[in-house]
């Protein structure tokens, strides 16, 4: 066992002799694995081992750097994505970590959700279909993005993004909303990788944004008539995109002052002088070609370019007073461009920045309740992705995802570790591992925030600019509370959206996703439209093969949904229940159908499933 640790370790890349020699002797499965390993030939594992990209993001020290077992590389991929194949758990375990994580944010961005909606001719004005006034293209678009896009890992980090930088379609009532929110869900995809700063710029001035939070139409101050600029973006700016509400130390704790109290990190005056910066802005409309969609002339539409342009700067809206906040000053009278470039420049610079940001993605992705020294390390690679450079989003990402304590086996047995899968992730993973399609390409997966009826929850369309849950939420009388544990995503949970998932899970894991006009772009409900039906629909090719055989059935789904994860006492009730109802490899395709969407809804409402560790 020692000779084949050897043979594939390199340096820091692998796990030490020891690790892998104990782990070995616990789990006869990664036995197995490292016997494969030695087999596949020194050569092989020493060139995953040495790939520039995997060592630029593998930080010093980490022990758990490689996945040993088919279950280390389905966790892996179940928090660096959304779902976990075969094919994707062979190639974790032919790499390290990092390796394989550098090879997934190199791959190219897939198609944009703004080419996807023109692709399906949602850009067109045309008075019957009123695309530029519907929410539903928005829906389609995200949900399509979620469950097709070959770039995973990107739309995984997006999805993320969007719920710390948030904008909700629910909030968007202006024309081309759909394509304002596609725009800006692409500028999220595309500076998933990037630089915090100049993210944090692009959703500054994004038109989507600029709507929600007021940016759009703000002006400067009018004494004549006692307007003052809108505070709104200068507020959430600063509490919810950048620094938070009280001063932090790099691991994320609270810092407090001399009688024990916490620190705030701006006042009200700072919100005011800040709001200034913020004038001038609105959309840009230099390129707008206007229709009319009737002979009065009473309706008139634009295009949609001003949706995906940067807001256009008016210096005579601008405000030219002084700016005074966070201890930065900004002379009267300095350009708009300046004084923006000022203004964010002292935001992203601010020490509260990393570990705000960035234990609110390891809550995202990994856990609710990161230890001080994960968040630290985090913070860390915010400071200084290891050459340098600050708010590097592609180190962060990678120092969430490789770290020890999203990695270490420990996390499995520890009570406070983990997170709550969220309802929209359970419907993505649930499509993405078993293939469903739209035989129409309608891709009609719309609104399903209804608790009561549906997930509870649906992409892009938060309540409110705070999201669907505070990150410090604690479920009041429980266990958790009593320990002092957030749990975020119980903020949305109720007795009704319990209920109302598995009573929507049963119908779409049986059955698809009903559309009346898949054949349509538009959202209709034509009754005696002949294509009307189940266009959204999974295939379950491997396992409707395992059907007859229950154990091997439930196996199979324990590891790409749960990671291995699920106890085996229940994996035996659940093959007990399954058995009740007999089958043999002859039985017809319906009956076998039902035993794997039985199975299915009985590991995707299994508490170690919901619990995502």
Same mark, same amino acid.
């Given at each position: 066992?020692?000779?084949?640790?050897?043979?594939?370790?390199?340096?820091?890349?692998?796990?030490?002799?020891?690790?892998?020699?104990?782990?070995?002797?616990?789990?006869?499965?990664?036995?197995?694995?490292?016997?494969?390993? %030695? $087999? @596949?030939?020194?050569?092989?594992? =020493? &060139?995953?081992?040495?790939?520039?990209?995997? #060592?630029? !993001?593998?930080?010093?020290?980490?022990?758990?750097?490689?996945?040993?077992?088919?279950?280390?590389?389905?966790?892996?991929?179940?928090?660096?994505?959304?779902?976990?194949?075969?094919?994707?758990?062979?190639?974790?375990?032919?790499?390290?970590?990092?390796?394989?994580?550098?090879?997934?944010?190199?791959?190219?961005?897939?198609?944009?959700?703004?080419?996807?909606?023109?692709?399906?001719?949602?850009?067109?004005?045309?008075?019957?279909?009123?695309?530029?006034?519907?929410?539903?293209?928005?829906?389609?678009?995200?949900?399509?993005?979620?469950?097709?896009?070959?770039?995973?890992?990107?739309?995984?980090?997006?999805?993320?993004?969007?719920?710390?930088?948030?904008?909700?379609?629910?909030?968007?009532?202006?024309?081309?909303?759909?394509? %304002? $929110? @596609?725009?800006?869900?692409?500028? =999220? &995809?595309?500076?998933?990788?990037?630089?915090? #700063?100049? !993210?944090?710029?692009?959703?500054?001035?994004?038109?989507?944004?600029?709507?929600?939070?007021?940016?759009?139409?703000?002006?400067?101050?009018?004494?004549?008539?006692?307007?003052?600029?809108?505070?709104?973006?200068?507020?959430?700016?600063?509490?919810?995109?950048?620094?938070?509400?009280?001063?932090?130390?790099?691991?994320?704790?609270?810092?407090?002052?001399?009688?024990?109290?916490?620190?705030?990190?701006?006042?009200?005056?700072?919100?005011?002088?800040?709001?200034?910066?913020?004038?001038?802005?609105?959309?840009?409309?230099?390129?707008?070609?206007?229709?009319?969609?009737?002979?009065?002339?009473?309706?008139?539409?634009?295009?949609?370019?001003?949706?995906?342009?940067?807001?256009?700067?008016?210096?005579?809206?601008?405000?030219?007073? %002084?700016?005074?906040?966070?201890?930065?000053?900004? &002379?009267?009278?300095?350009?708009?461009?300046?004084?923006?470039?000022?203004?964010?420049?002292?935001?992203?610079?601010?020490?509260?920045?990393?570990?705000?940001?960035?234990?609110?993605?390891?809550?995202?992705?990994?856990?609710?309740?990161?230890?001080?020294?994960?968040?630290?390390?985090?913070?860390?690679?915010?400071?200084?992705?290891?050459?340098?450079?600050?708010?590097?989003?592609?180190?962060?990402?990678?120092?969430?995802?490789?770290?020890?304590?999203?990695?270490?086996?420990?996390?499995?047995?520890?009570?406070?570790?983990?997170?709550?899968?969220?309802?929209?992730?359970?419907?993505?993973?649930?499509?993405?591992?078993?293939?469903?399609?739209?035989?129409?390409?309608?891709?009609?997966?719309?609104?399903?925030?209804?608790?009561?009826?549906?997930?509870?929850?649906?992409?892009?369309?938060?309540?409110?600019?705070?999201?669907?849950?505070?990150?410090?939420?604690?479920?009041?009388?429980?266990?958790?509370?009593?320990?002092?544990?957030?749990?975020?995503?119980?903020?949305?949970?109720?007795?009704?959206?319990?209920?109302?998932?598995?009573?929507?899970?049963?119908?779409?894991?049986?059955?698809?996703?009903?559309?009346?006009?898949?054949?349509?772009?538009?959202?209709?409900?034509?009754?005696?439209?002949?294509?009307?039906?189940?266009?959204?629909?999974?295939?379950?090719?491997?396992?409707?093969?395992?059907?007859?055989?229950?154990?091997?059935?439930?196996?199979?789904?324990?590891?790409?949904?749960?990671?291995?994860?699920?106890?085996?006492?229940?994996?035996?009730?659940?093959?007990?229940?399954?058995?009740?109802?007999?089958?043999?490899?002859?039985?017809?395709?319906?009956?076998?159908?039902?035993?794997?969407?039985?199975?299915?809804?009985?590991?995707?409402?299994?508490?170690?499933?919901?619990?995502?560790?």
């Amino acid at each position: 066992m020692r000779a084949v640790a050897a043979i594939g370790c390199t340096g820091d890349c692998c796990m030490t002799h020891e690790d892998t020699d104990t782990l070995a002797a616990a789990d006869p499965v990664a036995e197995r694995w490292v016997q494969r390993a %030695a $087999l @596949a030939g020194a050569a092989g594992l =020493l &060139a995953a081992c040495s790939t520039p990209g995997g #060592r630029l !993001l593998q930080r010093p020290g980490q022990q758990y750097s490689r996945a040993h077992t088919p279950e280390d590389a389905a966790r892996f991929l179940l928090q660096a994505q959304f779902s976990a194949s075969d094919a994707e758990i062979a190639a974790v375990q032919q790499h390290s970590y990092a390796d394989w994580l550098a090879q997934q944010l190199d791959a190219p961005q897939g198609q944009t959700g703004w080419d996807w909606l023109n692709e399906r001719g949602y850009g067109a004005i045309d008075n019957t279909t009123r695309y530029f006034d519907h929410f539903y293209p928005g829906d389609y678009m995200v949900w399509n993005q979620l469950m097709t896009a070959p770039d995973a890992v990107r739309k995984r980090l997006t999805l993320a993004l969007s719920e710390f930088f948030v904008v909700s379609l629910t909030g968007l009532d202006f024309a081309w909303r759909s394509h %304002a $929110l @596609a725009h800006y869900w692409d500028t =999220l &995809a595309r500076h998933a990788l990037g630089n915090f #700063r100049t !993210l944090l710029e692009e959703v500054t001035l994004n038109p989507a944004m600029g709507h929600y939070l007021n940016t759009k139409g703000n002006q400067k101050e009018n004494a004549a008539t006692g307007r003052v600029p809108d505070e709104n973006y200068a507020r959430e700016v600063m509490q919810l995109f950048t620094i938070g509400l009280v001063q932090l130390n790099a691991d994320g704790s609270e810092k407090t002052g001399t009688n024990g109290q916490r620190l705030e990190t701006y006042s009200q005056n700072d919100v005011t002088q800040l709001a200034r910066v913020f004038t001038g802005y609105d959309f840009d409309q230099r390129q707008n070609v206007t229709v009319v969609l009737d002979p009065e002339g009473k309706r008139k539409v634009g295009n949609t370019n001003f949706a995906k342009q940067r807001m256009a700067f008016a210096a005579n809206r601008h405000s030219e007073q %002084a700016v005074h906040f966070l201890g930065t000053s900004i &002379a009267a009278n300095t350009p708009g461009a300046d004084a923006l470039k000022k203004a964010l420049d002292t935001l992203f610079l601010h020490p509260n920045v990393g570990p705000f940001f960035g234990k609110q993605m390891i809550q995202r992705l990994v856990t609710s309740n990161p230890s001080p020294a994960y968040v630290a390390r985090v913070s860390a690679a915010f400071a200084d992705n290891g050459r340098g450079v600050r708010g590097d989003l592609r180190a962060v990402f990678a120092a969430i995802l490789l770290d020890d304590e999203a990695r270490s086996p420990a996390g499995l047995r520890d009570p406070q570790f983990g997170r709550l899968r969220e309802p929209m992730l359970r419907l993505v993973q649930w499509g993405r591992t078993f293939g469903i399609t739209s035989a129409q390409g309608s891709w009609k997966i719309g609104d399903l925030s209804n608790p009561a009826t549906q997930l509870g929850q649906s992409p892009l369309r938060s309540p409110s600019v705070f999201n669907f849950f505070r990150p410090g939420y604690v479920p009041p009388a429980t266990q958790m509370a009593a320990a002092g544990a957030s749990a975020p995503e119980f903020q949305i949970v109720t007795e009704s959206s319990v209920a109302g998932y598995i009573n929507y899970l049963q119908g779409v894991v049986r059955n698809g996703i009903f559309v009346n006009d898949p054949d349509l772009p538009h959202n209709v409900n034509n009754s005696r439209n002949p294509k009307r039906g189940f266009d959204i629909q999974a295939r379950y090719t491997p396992e409707l093969a395992l059907a007859p055989d229950a154990k091997a059935l439930v196996a199979r789904l324990n590891l790409l949904l749960c990671a291995g994860q699920l106890p085996a006492a229940l994996q035996a009730r659940m093959v007990t229940a399954l058995n009740a109802t007999p089958l043999n490899a002859t039985s017809p395709l319906d009956k076998r159908l039902d035993r794997v969407a039985a199975a299915v809804l009985l590991t995707m409402a299994a508490p170690q499933y919901l619990v995502q560790k």
